[in-house]
C-alpha cells in the first residue's frame, strides 16, 4: 500500500501542499547559507530563465570560462515558470512546505525530482556526506476547496511561530 499523500497523478490548474522532512527527522539546514541556496534553487526554478543574457554571455570572448560555463549550466537547467506557482512556503530546520498551483500536468514532479535531488547534492557535497537527504519521496495533498485553501495558507505562514517564540524565550 502506498504512503499516505505520496500522490503521482497530478491534475492541471490546482493547488497542492508538498512537504518533506530530512530522513530521521534530521536537520536540513544547518547555517543561514543553506536556507539561502534552498531559496535560490527554488527563484531558479520558479522565475522565468533570461535566456538572451545567458546566450549573450556564452557568445561574448570576453566572457570567462566559468561564468559560460554556469550560463550553459542554467540554460540547460529545468524552469517550470510557465507551468508552476509557488503561492507560500516555510523552511524549518528539519522540514519544509510548499503551496503551489500546477497549471499543466504532472510538472510537481518534475518540479520536486530536480529541485529535491540538487538541493540534496549541494547538501551532501558541502557536509561530506552520502546517502538520502530527505525522508522518502515527498508528500503532495490536493487542495480540493476555498476553505481548505485558506487554513492551508494560513498553517503555512504559522508553522514558524512556535520555533521563533522559542528563540525569543531564549534571547
Known sequence: MPAKNSRKIFAPNSYYHIYNRGVEKRTIFLED??????????????????????????????????????????LRLNNFFKSLSLISYALMPNHFHFL??????????????????????????????????????????LVDSDEQLHHLSRYIHRNPLPLLQGEALRS
Open 33 to 74: 547559507i543553506d536556507y539561502n541556496v534552498f531559496l535560490s534553487y527554488i527563484q531558479t526554478y520558479i522565475l522565468p530563465k533570461d535566456e538572451k543574457t545567458l546566450n549573450y554571455i556564452i557568445s561574448d570572448p570576453k566572457a570567462e570560462w566559468k561564468e559560460k560555463n554556469k550560463a550553459i549550466k542554467l
Open 100 to 141: 503551489v498551483k500546477q497549471k499543466e500536468e504532472n510538472i510537481i514532479d518534475r518540479f520536486m525530482n530536480s529541485f529535491c535531488t540538487r538541493y540534496s547534492m549541494y547538501f551532501n557535497k558541502k557536509y561530506k556526506r552520502i546517502g538520502t537527504l530527505f525522508q522518502g519521496v515527498y508528500k503532495a495533498v
